[in-house]
């Protein structure tokens, strides 16, 4: 599975660009993650969802997503 934004430089860029996430969540919760190159999207086909994981203080979470988009600036 790749990160859900890039972490490197693109289009021959000189810095790496900053990233957001925003996830909505399907119990309604809404966070929005920066810059988080650990993060991932993943499909379950059984339960016919999408979960996101990620990590905080060394802790991996899984959770049932309703939507997530990525944008970003240039750094």
């Not at 810095?15 to 966070?31: E, W």
């Not at 203080?57 to 990525?70: G, L, Q």
């Amino acid at each position: 599975q790749s990160p859900i934004c890039p972490s490197t430089p693109v289009e021959g860029e000189p810095a790496a660009r900053l990233y957001l996430v925003s996830v909505i969540f399907a119990n309604g919760s809404h966070h929005i993650y920066d810059n988080d190159p650990v993060s991932k999207i993943r499909w379950d086909e059984a339960l016919s969802t999408y979960f996101f994981l990620h990590e905080f203080d060394s802790v991996r979470y899984e959770t049932e997503i309703f939507a997530a988009t990525c944008t970003y600036k240039k750094a």
